[in-house]
């Protein structure tokens, strides 16, 4: 089993649609996790950090279920600009064991 | 600021050819990672470095070597390469992680490597 799994998807959505993407991992001793951003051959960028609380930036809200061990990731308001493909990263205690799931693809249409 | 900077962007090696990777970064990072990206998978990580002169190994080190002989430098090394080692690989550096806080990598273009 896979330490961090997402579905591949491709998710394919029409703008102005709301799109989910979770993302499950093995560790319970995981300590911190983010979404990054990749564009089609280019590297990976931040999005967003995973906080407890869950937290929201703009149209992206990321929640954190420790509990039963997923992280999600919600954009509202689907953009043409937010196609790309997302990872689901995680940072296990130690600090540099950090996982990243093979990413999700989103396209958005017209 | 350049970031995070990759030389060269694309190569193409025969079977048993050697070659040196450069990663520069401006940021003062102390931590710096090489990873391999492979289609269907995520980054994995080949080695890191938490310091100039330290190195550490990673989850998928065998057939690479590195070097920070300065802060601002990661070098990867492949001795002799094989068709296996064709990927696009990725420098990243952060500060130095701290509990509590999460610091995010920033990463390099890519160089992208095929072994024929």
């Known amino acids: 089993r896979k330490e961090v799994e997402q579905d591949p998807g491709p998710f394919n959505v029409p703008e102005g649609a709301t799109v989910a993407f979770n993302c499950t991992y093995s560790?319970?001793?995981?300590?911190?996790f983010f979404w990054y951003r990749q564009d089609c051959r280019k590297e990976p960028k931040l999005l967003m950090s995973?906080?407890?609380s869950g937290n929201e930036d703009g149209r992206f809200t990321a929640q954190l279920n420790r509990a039963s061990q997923y992280i999600s990731l919600l954009i509202r308001d689907s953009k043409l600009s937010d196609s790309a493909t997302y990872l689901c990263?995680?940072?296990?205690?130690?600090?540099?064991?950090?996982?990243f799931g093979a990413g999700t693809r989103l396209f958005v249409k017209a | 600021n350049a970031g995070v900077t990759q030389t060269p962007k694309f190569r193409v090696l025969k079977t048993g050819q050697s070659m040196t990777l450069l990663c520069a970064q401006d940021?003062?990072?102390?931590?710096m990672y090489w990873y391999r990206q492979d289609p269907g998978m995520g980054l994995r990580l080949i080695h890191y470095?938490?310091?100039?002169?330290?190195?550490a190994k990673g989850e998928v080190p065998d057939g690479y070597n590195v070097s920070r002989l300065k802060k601002q430098n990661f070098l990867l090394g492949l001795e002799s390469a094989a068709p296996s080692q064709t990927s696009v690989y990725f420098c990243?550096?952060?500060?130095?992680?701290?509990?509590?806080?999460?610091?995010?990598?920033?990463f390099g273009p890519g160089t992208r490597l095929t072994v024929t």
């Open positions: 560790n319970s001793a995981s300590q911190s």
């Open positions: 990243a550096s952060s500060y130095p992680l701290t509990p509590g806080i999460s610091y995010e990598q920033y």
């Open positions: 470095s938490v310091g100039e002169g330290t190195t």
């Open positions: 990263v995680v940072r296990n205690t130690g600090g540099f064991k950090t996982i």
């Open positions: 995973v906080y407890s």
């Open positions: 940021m003062n990072h102390e931590y």
